[in-house]
């Protein structure tokens, strides 16, 4: 069964993870992702979940489960369609219809625009509430959407933000109500007047995330892999979700 599901909505190509109840990010939906951002051919994107959620994050029971074997494609597939959505080269839009946390935060600043609906939903980054690092590919994805002062304070509290505080914070560009949030990314996300033009400043705006990647990844990258294996070894990951009070099956 699909994890990605696309429709067109007056032209514009609205993206909708379907990945269980919080659309967890597990290596197939990573996949898929890349997958559907490398073939896209609609002028501009809107990116939502389908259900309740944006998406909860990585489904750290299946890290936990799979072993180092798991991790090991796992974590090169996450920066994949992390990049796959920040490098596209035209107008891209999240639609937060619910939670937005850890990877799925990670997904939502990889857009140009972000739109979320008043309510329930929550924005965050809570690695270190696990007491694991995200690769230098996500942290340079949140620098670029939430700027550098935000991006600090949500990788190193953890702290979830309510949307009038995700507002006030710079994590997103506006609230709508829930009954109108994708209308009111499709309406955000309206193909330019010269798509080359966006594209190329676009390229322009995120080549300095390019170049620091390019000399941070192997230096970071190795030690990444190492601290998310010692979760697994330690037992952090099922202790933290134990902590949670529930199944739900992502950080």
Request: with cysteine; glycine share 12%; hydrophobic share 45%.
């Amino acid at each position: 069964m699909a994890r990605v599901q696309i429709d067109q909505v007056d032209g514009v190509a609205v993206v909708r993870l379907a990945n269980g109840k919080v659309n967890a990010l597990d290596l197939e939906l990573l996949e898929e992702i890349t997958d559907v951002f490398h073939g896209i051919t609609a002028d501009s994107v809107v990116l939502t979940g389908a259900g309740p959620n944006f998406s909860a994050g990585v489904d750290l029971w299946r890290v936990a489960e799979g072993g180092a074997d798991y991790v090991r494609a796992f974590l090169p597939a996450l920066d994949r369609a992390f990049l796959a959505v920040f490098g596209l080269g035209k107008p891209t839009v999240a639609a937060i219809n619910g939670h937005a946390v850890a990877g799925g935060a990670i997904l939502a600043a990889a857009c140009d625009h972000r739109v979320m609906a008043t309510g329930r939903g929550t924005i965050g980054v809570t690695g270190m509430l696990v007491g694991m690092a995200f690769p230098p590919t996500a942290l340079e994805i949140l620098g670029y959407g939430f700027g550098e002062p935000g991006a600090r304070r949500a990788a190193l509290t953890g702290h979830k933000l309510d949307p009038a505080e995700a507002l006030a914070a710079g994590y997103v560009d506006e609230l709508t109500a829930p009954d109108l949030l994708v209308d009111t990314a499709v309406a955000r996300a309206r193909p330019p007047a010269s798509p080359d033009a966006y594209r190329l400043t676009k390229e322009q705006l995120q080549a300095g995330v390019h170049e620091r990647l390019a000399r941070r990844r192997p230096v970071f990258d190795p030690q990444i892999l190492d601290l998310w294996l010692a979760a697994i070894e330690d037992g952090r990951i099922p202790r933290y979700m134990a902590s949670l009070g529930g199944p739900e099956r992502a950080r």
